[in-house]
């Protein structure tokens, strides 16, 4: 049964701080990884997702690494704004069969102070 | 293009009723799966549908049941609510060549 555990539970930060999020899963065999931001009492928002057979992503401030044989990926946010503050989610998608299961991690609850 | 749709936005409940939540997928989008989210936790997978056919299910008992209709809308249903039930259940879309699931803005149901 995969297990999808998020490090640290919280943060804050004061703002321009570059800032870290992990994220570990039991299974290495996964389809891909995506990284989610939710607002409070708000749906999912998309930031970042990594294939398999990749071993990065990138947007914007926004960077995310995948090194599926020893189970992690991290999130890592430059330059942090007040108005990045919220709950980041990762996600593993098993694919085959169980593609569109995605099994959540407890999510990293991130305030950026100005 | 619209996004993953879901109605009601809100609803509130007592024990022991039955409450249908519906999801409209984005266009295109032939899957549909839902997740359960109570405060405080991450997602927790209940249903994937599939060309109008379940193709997951997660670890939630049998008053918890979905459809999926021909123009690939959906719907959850839950019977004899529980307190427990309180959460934000989540709607996704997704397709094979897009890879990514699209989430919608959810709907809060409240069981008193």
């Known amino acids: 049964k995969q297990e999808v555990t998020q490090i640290p539970a919280a943060l804050s930060v004061p703002e321009g701080e570059n800032l870290v999020l992990n994220c570990s899963f039991t299974d290495s065999a996964i389809y891909n990884l995506q990284w989610f931001r939710q607002d409070p009492g708000k749906g999912l928002t998309s930031l970042l997702l990594?294939?398999?057979?990749?071993r990065e992503q990138t947007s914007g401030r926004l960077n995310a690494s995948l090194d599926k044989s020893s189970g992690r990926s991290t999130l890592y946010i430059a330059a942090s704004q007040p108005g990045d503050s919220a709950t980041y989610l990762c996600a593993v998608n098993a694919g085959g069969t169980s593609y569109g299961k995605l099994t959540f991690g407890q999510g990293t609850i991130l305030t950026v102070h100005p | 293009d619209a996004g993953v749709t879901q109605s009601p936005t809100h609803l509130i409940k007592t024990r022991g009723q039955h409450v249908t939540l519906r999801c409209s997928p984005i266009s295109g989008h032939k899957s549909v799966s839902w997740y359960q989210q109570v405060l405080g936790q991450g997602p927790q997978f209940i249903f994937q549908y599939y060309e109008k056919e379940e193709r997951g299910r997660g670890n939630f008992p049998d008053r918890f049941s979905a459809r999926q209709f021909p123009n690939y809308s959906s719907e959850l249903n839950v019977n004899a609510l529980l307190l427990g039930d309180s959460a934000l259940y989540l709607c996704?879309?997704?397709?094979?060549?897009?890879?990514?699931?699209?989430f919608g803005a959810g709907t809060r149901l409240s069981v008193l």
């Open positions: 996704a879309s997704g397709s094979f060549s897009s890879v990514i699931q699209y």
């Open positions: 990594i294939q398999s057979s990749q």
